[in-house]
């Protein structure tokens, strides 16, 4: 089922929300009611494994280590990652027009991206949805689903735009606390977009 059978126009449409915050579990409601959502970070490894463009670029930007026998030597990449902020955007600069292009040709009208408005991915849609939850609930989820201390899940969180800041550019809330019920927000979201 494609967004524009819910408007009068065809829509593009963001899932977006920090770490922690249940944006693939709003996905998967989404996916359980026929919407096809593209998801930006599955998109980002698979390319950056199969695409020889970014094979080439990312070779000469970090050394012939960047693939080692032909396959993505993640420990390599992660290693030049954590060095400087300015690696990071490198790879951006190589890795994100690739996710761009690929959406736009996919055909799908939905998007997940954890990174919406930093990437600058929130140009690809009309509407964004903004995934929330507080903070402790996030920091939770995040050390029991990556088995990690809270210190390294409030690193994480810092690299990450503020949730309040991330939801003030965004057109929808879904608020996932553990109180509230997810599935009839999301159903009350999509009988707004039909309208």
Not at 111 to 134: K, N
Request: charged fraction near 30%; proline fraction near 2%; hydrophobic fraction near 40%.
């Amino acid at each position: 089922m494609s967004t524009a059978e819910y408007a009068g126009e065809s829509l593009r449409i963001a899932v977006t929300g920090g770490i922690g915050s249940g944006k693939s579990y709003v996905c998967h409601l989404l996916e359980e009611r026929g919407i096809s959502v593209y998801d930006c970070d599955a998109a980002a490894k698979r390319l950056m494994r199969t695409s020889e463009d970014i094979r080439r670029q990312l070779t000469l930007l970090i050394g012939e280590d960047a693939y080692l026998e032909g396959h993505l030597n993640k420990a390599a990449v992660a290693r030049f990652l954590m060095e400087s902020q300015e690696n990071t955007q490198k790879v951006n600069a190589i890795v994100h027009p690739a996710v761009g292009l690929d959406f736009v040709l996919s055909g799908l009208d939905w998007m997940e991206c954890a990174i919406l408005f930093e990437s600058g991915f929130d140009r690809y849609v009309d509407r964004v949805i903004c995934v929330t939850a507080p903070e402790e609930v996030r920091l939770s989820r995040v050390m029991r689903r990556d088995s990690i201390s809270r210190e390294a899940a409030c690193e994480w969180m810092k690299k990450q735009m503020p949730q309040h800041e991330v939801l003030a550019r965004s057109d929808y809330e879904i608020v996932n606390d553990g109180l509230r019920d997810v599935p009839s927000q999301v159903d009350r979201l999509l009988e707004i977009l039909r309208r």
